[in-house]
Nanobody, 126 residues
Framework: QVQLVESGGGLVQAGGSLRLSCAAS????????MGWFRQAPGKEREFVAA????????DYADSVKGRSTISRDNAKNTVYLQMNSLKPEDTAVYYC???????????????????WGQGTQVIVSS
């Protein structure tokens, strides 16, 4: 089992940047593929980015591709999401998720993640 705690959210103007962090505790962090998802009010949770257990493979939603970078530091048990050129439509609660069972590379499906953090709010003002 793993516990996940996100941080780094906040209020930022359009065009600005934020770096979200997700600290993991419990089972060996490098055993988990990791993902970031987000959920805006009234909308379903959507995929943002994923990273494989080693960090060698990454995947991004089209909506953030070219503006965001997912990375991980297995020595620090932390996964990051650097977001640049933020837009008002990026406003959402951002969640990190961990997958031990399903894939090595990190899925874009929320159903293939067993553990979730509590979320961190990102608000982008226009």
């Amino acid at each position: 089992q793993v516990q996940l705690v996100e941080s780094g959210g906040g209020l930022v103007q359009a065009g600005g940047s934020l770096r979200l962090s997700c600290a993991a505790s419990g089972r060996t962090f490098s055993s988990y593929a990791m993902g970031w998802f987000r959920q805006a009010p009234g909308k379903e949770r959507e995929f943002v980015a994923a990273i494989s257990r080693s960090g060698a493979i990454t995947d991004y939603a089209d909506s953030v591709k070219g503006r965001s970078t997912i990375s991980r530091d297995n020595a620090k048990n932390t996964v990051y999401l650097q977001m640049n050129s933020l837009k008002p439509e990026d406003t959402a609660v951002y969640y990190c998720a961990a997958d031990w069972r399903y894939t090595d590379y990190g899925s874009s499906s929320p159903y293939e993640y067993e553990y979730w953090g509590q979320g961190t709010q990102v608000i982008v003002s226009s």
